[in-house]
T-cell receptor, first 113, second 112 residues
């Protein structure tokens, strides 16, 4: 079955540490997205990529970085500059046609030790 | 500016009763509207969408939604609620630039 795989499911970060969240898709989608979900705030866009080797900042990109070296993969790094990283992180992808729904992975929950 | 509003943080309904989860939107041009459901510690699952055509859209798990252009609304409905429908529901709108905007979510609780 085609889908999006996020790993790990749970992640803990120490002070001053960078951590990387993995997102892999086998849907052959060009576009991929990272969202942050906090209670009562819905989803906020961190970064998105419409094509390999290109990505754009979303609404809350500070303290995060991404890469898109392969179509299937869009890893997110939460850097030590992100002072409040505790959240649920969701990766999504979609195809080029307007009106296509985004497909989501099952998320990574990041907590601070 | 594009936006989506879900005016109710929480909706409670008795099992077997009809349910409605409200959504209003603001977007330039024709809207592309979506509903998603999220179960605890899971990603969002697509339920249904409105692109064009019939104002009543049918989706997964017996859900449907009614597009009302004059009221800029896209309310999610189900004739008979199940306990298993209890979850977090998100409305989303896509504009002509293909950007997707989410509402803040509505938690539905179906009471046995």
């Amino acid at each position: 079955d085609g889908g999006i795989t996020q790993s790990p499911k749970y992640l803990f970060r120490k002070e001053g540490q960078n951590v990387t969240l993995s997102c892999e898709q086998n849907l052959n989608h060009d576009a991929m997205y990272w969202y942050r979900q906090d209670p009562g705030q819905g989803l906020r866009l961190i970064y998105y990529s419409q094509i390999v080797n290109d990505f754009q900042k979303g609404d809350i990109a500070e303290g995060y970085s991404v890469s898109r070296e392969k179509k299937e993969s869009f890893p997110l790094t939460v850097t030590s500059a992100q002072k409040n990283p505790t959240a649920f992180y969701l990766c999504a992808s979609d195809g080029p046609a307007i009106g296509q729904p985004q497909h989501f992975g099952d998320g990574t929950r990041l907590s601070i030790l | 500016a594009q936006s989506v509003a879900q005016p109710e943080d929480q909706v409670n309904v008795a099992e077997g009763n009809p349910l409605t989860v409200k959504c209003t939107y603001s977007v330039s041009g024709n809207p592309y509207l979506f509903w998603y459901v999220q179960y605890p510690n899971r990603g969002l699952q697509f339920l249904l969408k409105y692109i064009t055509g019939d104002n009543l859209v049918k989706g997964s798990y017996g859900f449907e939604a009614e597009f009302n252009k004059s009221q800029t609304s896209f309310h999610l409905k189900k004739p008979s609620a199940l306990v298993s429908d209890s979850a977090l529901y998100f409305c989303a709108v896509r504009d002509i630039t293909n950007n997707l905007f989410f509402g803040t979510g509505t938690r539905l609780t179906v009471i046995p």
